[in-house]
């Protein structure tokens, strides 16, 4: 079923992704978990925090289930497809339960938030159920659990950010990691179940965030995304401190070293300030690159979905980007069919896709949440096939914007921070530059490794990838 496309096949292909950085660790632990992830950038960054907190009570990391006596499943509840997904992979997971009794399987993140305790009575094989802001409870849950009781928190916070844990790093490639500086959020979109699954917006301690940045960079990071589901409204105050605004938080991190770089993620149109412009300008290791959803192009369908901007104010803010960097790549989330979209509204996605040249976007269509205010106060109306169909042409429309952008960099030369071998071709390195665009190029016989910057000409490219050597 086409529920959600995206250009950016690594995300896609980390759906479900198994953690376990201590695969290669010989040392002994009491037990093993198995922790799959789905969702955003923010499950990933949270099972991290939950490997560091299962480690230290001495835990160790599988990335083999059948040798596992906890297995986690870190779930997203953002389109009913993602809900089937995990519900599909829990009945896979009976098998392996029925062969090692003992074993106990929990279920956390948003899926666990919105459906409590009606986990445990829909899905048997359920033994632990904890929402994203009860994570420390974990240890004392699985000791619940062990004694024969079914163990749940979902209690939500205004306070937690796991500020004080550091994140045991998922060893995918040791360049880049994501860094959480906020969670929850408190804009109600009215599509979307993160207010409800994920609590009250809350920003983590300015000082704990450079010094993770800062120690990532000391073991060979140079790369940082900051998270947030809405990083613009980023503010600290703690007391006889000065406040910390988001354009202010970047610069410290920036600041760490000409070395790093800073990414970050999602900025909403509403919010994103020219301070946070200018700082971007400011430094050159801040990635010109800004993730601005528009959802959609038509201001009545925007308005019904409560984003509190217009089609002329989206706009404006892309203006405003171009003003301050010409050259910042643009990205987008857009959703098609949402109650009552007309083909006319339709067409206005399509037209303010073209204005804005998004170099890629993350395309849904509607899947109406219980719980949202679009499930309480509109109908669901737009036939699958309609909302299937525009998302189609939507995705179509995005093919080629990518490729156009792809094509204007054709004689360009970029600097670009390799993170690994290309997939083709070992003989060849994939990096990405400022913009976020995938450039891979042979490695010839240069000295280098993953984690260098190198300056590569871009010669030729395809729809996802600019094509280059070295300079
Ligand atoms: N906080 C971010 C923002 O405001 O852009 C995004 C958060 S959400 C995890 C990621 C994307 O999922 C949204 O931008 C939206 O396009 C999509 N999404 C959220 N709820 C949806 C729904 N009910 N149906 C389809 N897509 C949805
Ligand atoms: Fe959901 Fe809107 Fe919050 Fe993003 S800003 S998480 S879309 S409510």
Same mark, same amino acid.
């Given at each position: 079923?086409?529920?959600?496309? @995206?250009?950016k ?18 040392? @002994? ?14 499950n ?14 001495g835990f ?6 059948d ?6 499943i870190n ?6 497809k993602?809900?089937?997904?995990? =519900? ?8 392996t339960?029925?062969?090692?009794p ?5 279920v ?14 829909e899905?048997?094989l359920?033994d632990?159920?904890?929402?994203p802001?009860a994570?420390?409870?974990? $240890?004392?849950l ?5 004694g ?5 928190n979902v ?15 998922l060893?995918s490639?040791?360049v880049?990691?994501?860094? /959480? ?28 965030i ?13 790369e940082?995304t900051l998270?947030?589901q809405?990083?613009d /409204?980023?503010y600290?105050?703690a ?13 410290k ?18 919010d994103i300030?020219?301070?946070?412009l200018?700082t971007?300008?400011?430094y ?5 690159n800004?993730?601005?959803p528009v959802q959609?192009?038509?201001?009545r ?5 409560? =984003?509190?901007?217009t ?24 959703i098609?069919?949402?109650c ?6 339709h ?8 204005? /804005?040249k ?10 109406e949440? $219980? ?7 509109y ?6 096939e309609?909302?299937? =169909? ?11 914007? @990518?490729?156009? @952008? ?39 016989d ?9 300056d ?10 600019l ?5």
């Amino acid at each position: 079923m086409l529920d959600y496309v @995206s250009d950016k096949v690594q995300d896609e292909a980390r759906q479900g992704e198994a953690f376990a950085p201590f695969t290669q660790d010989q040392n @002994s632990y009491k037990k093993r978990f198995y922790i799959e992830s789905y969702g955003c950038a923010m499950n990933f960054a949270d099972s991290e925090v939950v490997a560091a907190i299962l480690y230290k009570e001495g835990f160790g990391a599988t990335k083999n289930v059948d040798e596992a006596d906890l297995i986690f499943i870190n779930t997203c509840s953002i389109r009913e497809k993602a809900e089937q997904t995990v =519900r599909k992979r829990l009945s896979d997971f009976k098998k392996t339960k029925a062969q090692k009794p003992g074993m106990l399987v929990g279920v956390l993140g948003c899926m666990a938030e919105r459906l409590k305790t009606k986990f445990l009575e829909e899905e048997k094989l359920v033994d632990i159920v904890v929402g994203p802001d009860a994570y420390r409870t974990l $240890p004392a849950l699985v000791t619940e659990a062990e004694g024969g009781q079914k163990a749940v928190n979902v209690l939500l916070s205004r306070e937690e950010t796991y500020a004080d844990i550091s994140p045991v790093r998922l060893d995918s490639n040791g360049v880049s990691a994501f860094v /959480s500086i906020m969670r929850g959020c408190n804009n109600m979109c009215s599509f979307c179940v993160v207010p409800f699954t994920r609590g009250r917006e809350r920003s983590r301690e300015a000082e704990s965030i450079v010094n993770e940045c800062r120690n990532l960079f000391e073991q060979g990071y140079r790369e940082v995304t900051l998270l947030g589901q809405n990083v613009d /409204s980023y503010y600290y105050a703690a007391d006889n401190q000065p406040t910390v605004t988001f354009a202010m938080l970047l610069e410290k991190v920036a600041l760490i070293s000409p070395l790093l770089r800073v990414r970050f993620s999602t900025s909403h149109p509403k919010d994103i300030t020219d301070d946070v412009l200018h700082t971007m300008v400011k430094y050159e290791n801040i990635c010109n690159n800004i993730h601005l959803p528009v959802q959609s192009g038509s201001s009545r369908i925007l308005q019904l979905m409560n =984003r509190t901007y217009t089609r002329e104010w989206y706009k404006a803010k892309v203006d405003r980007i171009r003003e301050f960097m010409p050259n910042c790549g643009i990205s987008s989330d857009i959703i098609t069919g949402f109650c009552t979209e007309t083909e006319e509204d339709h067409a206005e996605t399509l037209s303010i896709m073209e204005y /804005s040249k998004y170099d890629y976007s993350y395309m849904f269509f509607y899947s109406e949440r $219980p719980g949202t205010l679009a499930e309480r106060r509109y109908d669901d109306d737009i036939p699958l096939e309609v909302k299937k =169909r525009r998302l189609q042409e939507v995705v179509d429309l995005q093919g080629r914007l @990518s490729h156009e @952008s792809n094509k204007k960099e054709l004689g360009k030369t970029f600097t670009v921070l390799i993170d690994g071998d290309s997939k083709k071709d070992e003989t060849e390195w994939k990096g990405r530059n400022s913009q976020n665009k995938v450039v891979v190029f042979p490695k010839g016989d240069h000295n280098l490794k993953k984690g260098d910057y190198v300056d590569v000409e871009v010669l030729d490219c395809t729809q996802a990838t600019l094509l280059g050597k070295i300079v």
